[in-house]
């Protein structure tokens, strides 16, 4: 009969190295938390069968990750490792699992592929306890690995000492495991506090698994950077680099051409097509999507937003929930903010801001506009310096533009009002009220001319 194999990840400490008071897999890399890695990784692998311990603020954790609600387990108290994997137990043991990976929720670097390879070699070798370890020049914080002779065991950092236990090897433990729960499960009551941090470390099922004769395996995954864990700031943005470099050098695998490619961040849930080109610096995160043959000059901040094929973005343009479909100009220094459309082939450009207005096919918009709360038909030109008015000091009223009207420059469209088809509104008019189709319509006092003085 086949194994049942579970996860779960330890996120319960408060990680007071980060000096932070916000749970420390809260903490973000390129736009999302470091604990999403970690899930995303395990559910690979397990499933529905990843199970999470939360202690620090543990309603925080929990309403950030709504998806994973009736698999959070609470520690109430945060007595180590150890007691959080006992916490657990009797969830785990209720879900019928044979096998258990057990991850440290503050790894964000760990991948499917790295995990399944460590749970592959442990179960080929009928391990009852098997753990990763790695080799860093510096282990830090890290607990190391001690081997006298075929025994072998892990001390953490603060309780190593060199007459005891013999010179550091720089071999440390990555906080990965596998256990078999039927023989552990009784081996964690032995657990003891006794050391300078009074708490329960996981780490001492080494040990006490071979005292007990079971079949202890350590996997040395070597110099593996995916094993790496997040315990300060510097380490959170050593690992944010490490990911954002992985992640464009996959982009590039897959055929998108990336310039200036040191300072390009894009996001784990940003889709690219291939052909597209971008230019660095330049930012790409939320669920961006990246049609074929765009291209996307330097300095553009994009996030959640939907590029069609064979746009051309300039630079220094920021786009936030919104879609530019297939053909259009974006930019220099252009603002879509959520809500923005721009259909087919229609073109923003200098100093214009859009917010929660649709920019119909070949409509264009080229100079220091704001468009709020407004619907351009297509074909229709809006001058330089126009804005809708789109707010009276309590409610947001819209803006209709018909097709292939002509705004004049420097006019203030005042919502609620509609513009029709083939309409033209004069430079520098204020426009109240509605203009039919085919109108000329100009609201705006007449010049006088005087001598000098």
């Not at 408060?14 to 604990?35: E, F, H, N, Q, W």
């Not at 078999?180 to 499960?185: D, E, F, N």
């Not at 009551?189 to 780490?203: F, M, P, R, V, W």
């Not at 310039?259 to 939320?286: N, Q, T």
Request: hydrophobic content about 45%.
């Amino acid at each position: 009969m086949a194994q049942r194999i579970g996860a779960l990840v330890l996120a319960a400490g408060k990680g007071t190295r980060m000096k932070s008071d916000a749970p420390k897999v809260l903490k973000t890399l390129l736009g999302k938390p470091m604990l999403w890695y970690v899930e995303q990784a395990l559910a690979i692998l397990c499933g529905q069968a990843v199970y999470t311990v939360v202690g620090h603020r543990a309603e925080s954790v929990e309403a950030v990750f709504p998806e994973l609600a009736g698999r959070f387990v609470r520690q109430t108290e945060q007595l180590g490792t150890g007691h959080a994997l006992a916490t657990a137990l009797p969830v785990l043991a209720a879900a019928g699992l044979d096998h258990v990976l057990v991850v440290n929720g503050d790894a964000p670097l760990v991948t499917a592929e790295s995990l399944q390879r460590f749970r592959d070699a442990a179960l080929a070798a009928k391990a009852d306890v098997a753990f990763v370890s790695i080799e860093l020049p510096d282990p830090a914080a890290y607990g190391r690995v001690v081997r006298q002779g075929d025994a072998v065991r892990i001390v953490e950092a603060k309780d190593f000492d060199p007459a005891l236990h013999g010179p550091a090897t720089g071999e440390i433990n990555a906080g990965v495991y596998l256990v078999r729960l039927a023989v552990v499960a009784p081996l964690l009551a032995e657990l003891s506090n006794d050391n300078k941090s009074g708490e329960y470390y996981i780490t001492d099922l080494i040990g006490l698994a071979q005292a007990a004769g079971l079949r202890v395996l350590p996997v040395n995954r070597g110099a593996d950077e995916a094993y790496l864990g997040i315990n300060s700031p510097r380490e959170l943005v050593g690992a944010e680099e490490i990911l954002r470099r992985r992640i464009v050098d996959a982009h590039i695998d897959a055929g998108v051409v990336v310039r200036a490619a040191d300072s390009v961040r894009i996001g784990p849930e940003v889709a690219i097509a291939p052909g597209v080109e971008l230019c660095g610096p330049l930012e790409l995160s939320g669920e961006t999507r990246i049609k074929a043959g765009a291209t996307l000059a330097s300095h553009g901040v994009l996030l959640d937003a939907e590029v069609g094929e064979d746009v051309v973005i300039h630079s220094f343009c920021h786009l936030e929930k919104a879609r530019v479909d297939a053909g259009c100009q974006v930019g220099p220094y252009a603002r879509l903010r959520p809500g923005a459309v721009m259909e087919e082939r229609a073109r923003v450009g200098n100093f214009v801001e859009m917010k929660k207005s649709v920019l119909g096919p070949g409509a264009k918009a080229n100079h220091l506009t704001y468009l709020g709360d407004a619907v351009i038909g297509a074909g229709s030109n809006i001058g330089a310096g126009t804005i809708t008015c789109n707010y009276d000091g309590v409610h947001k009223h819209q803006t209709v533009i018909g097709e292939r009207a002509f705004i004049g420059s420097n006019s203030a469209l005042v919502a609620p009002v509609t513009i029709g088809n083939d309409a033209l509104v004069g430079a520098g008019s204020v426009i109240t009220s509605d203009v039919a189709d085919g109108m000329l319509a100009l609201g705006r006092g007449r010049q006088v001319t005087k001598a000098r003085k």
